[in-house]
């Protein structure tokens, strides 16, 4: 029903800004709820943040809350992660996904996936 593609990542320094993007295709984008996940070598893949169908609802891990916000563009069929005050510790391969249930953290009940895109930050 969708496909996703995510685009943004690269290499920055710490305390650099990145904006994520993930585009979708299709013409049912704005009935899914979207979210942002991470995944660094050797670890399991974990919630970054999640937005409601509409835009009105986001939820953050606390990781990255205060520094990271999601929003989403409907009419363009883009939702976007934009990152602040980067760490080292932010180092990953960054998923966008799709799927029913609104503000959801757990990966399982996420539909569609991208195949990321790659978020390195250096000290």
């Known amino acids: 029903q969708v496909q996703l593609v995510e685009s943004g990542g690269g290499l920055v320094q710490a305390g650099d800004s990145l904006r994520l993007s993930c585009a979708a295709s299709?013409?049912?984008?704005?009935?899914?709820?979207m979210g942002w996940f991470r995944q660094a070598p050797g670890k399991e893949r974990e919630f970054v943040a999640a937005?409601?169908?509409?835009?009105?609802?986001?939820y953050y891990a606390d990781s990255v809350k205060g520094r990271f916000t999601i929003s989403r563009d409907n009419a363009k069929n883009t939702v976007y992660l934009q990152m602040n005050s980067l760490k080292f510790e932010d180092t990953a391969a960054y998923y966008c996904?799709?799927?029913?249930?609104?503000?959801?953290?757990?990966?399982?009940?996420?539909?569609?996936w991208g195949q990321g895109t790659q978020v390195t930050v250096s000290s």
């Open positions: 299709g013409r049912t984008f704005s009935s899914y709820a």
């Open positions: 996904a799709a799927g029913s249930k609104s503000g959801s953290r757990w990966a399982g009940e996420y539909d569609y």
């Open positions: 937005i409601n169908r509409g835009g009105g609802s986001t």
